[in-house]
């Protein structure tokens, strides 16, 4: 009796060994976390899915820009507002304005819920399309044409669509035809600077192409004009200063 207890304990002792063994072997290595408590984050600081696509979190400097250009925009929707109000608007005007809405509203949830580089970019391009919605609405109650869809100003496309190219170069860099808006173009013409966005760069305050942060942002906006010759010529072409190497290759995305 002693015998076959004995046998009967050794027996289940082995087949508990064969399996531990095998589940090891079988068992997925344990993941490299490189930051973050991520097991796929990436040394450069983004994260990588598990099939080897790399998707980089919004740089704060990236969200504040979305931000700001939120706010911005919900003001040049109050003040529409005050330009529509008490007019009769037609089917055509009625549609550009609540697309506009649409983009305020989309573009601040979207923002809550924000976590990549590719959520700040389309962030970006629905606030492009509801600029262009309000410039729509103004030509249309005006009775002045519609504006053709161009850039946005490339001094800040927090600016709006630009009206037409002006010939511009930056301290010490070679003049090119950049798209700006009505006000840019005024100013360049006359003489003056034009009003260019300036971010946060350290303790300086430097233009947006300067900051490798606001890549993302930028490419949003300006993206979808691959085929501009304006830009094509900033972006593949020489380049006025070395800070515009944030806009190189934002086309080709």
Request: charged share 20%; with cysteine.
């Amino acid at each position: 009796m002693f015998s076959g207890l004995f046998t009967m304990i050794m027996v289940m002792v082995v087949v508990s060994i064969i399996v531990s063994m095998t589940s090891r072997r079988s068992a997925p290595p344990p993941p490299q976390v490189h930051g973050w408590g991520d097991p796929y984050a990436l040394p450069q600081g983004g994260y990588q899915q598990p099939y080897g696509h790399p998707v980089y979190p919004i740089s704060p400097g990236a969200r504040a820009a979305l931000d700001e250009d939120i706010t911005t925009f919900g003001g040049e929707l109050r003040d529409l507002d005050l330009d529509v109000v008490g007019r009769e608007l037609d089917a055509a005007a009625q549609a550009d304005y609540t697309r506009a809405l649409d983009a305020y509203d989309g573009s601040k949830n979207q923002l809550q819920r924000a976590q990549t580089d590719a959520d700040v970019r389309r962030i970006a391009e629905i606030l492009e399309d509801g600029r262009f919605a309000v410039a729509c609405v103004k030509a249309r109650v005006n009775g002045h044409r519609l504006p053709e869809k161009r850039p946005p100003c490339f001094f800040d496309p927090a600016h709006g669509p630009s009206t037409q190219n002006v010939s511009w170069a930056p301290p010490g860099g070679a003049v090119r035809d950049v798209p700006a808006c009505a006000a840019d173009v005024q100013r360049v013409t006359t003489g003056l600077d034009p009003s260019i966005r300036l971010v946060p760069m350290g303790a300086r305050q430097v233009p947006y192409w300067e900051n490798q942060q606001y890549a993302p942002w930028a490419q949003g906006y300006y993206g979808r004009y691959g085929m501009d010759p304006a830009l094509r010529q900033i972006t593949h072409g020489a380049l006025m200063i070395g800070g515009f190497s944030l806009l190189m290759g934002l086309l080709d995305d």
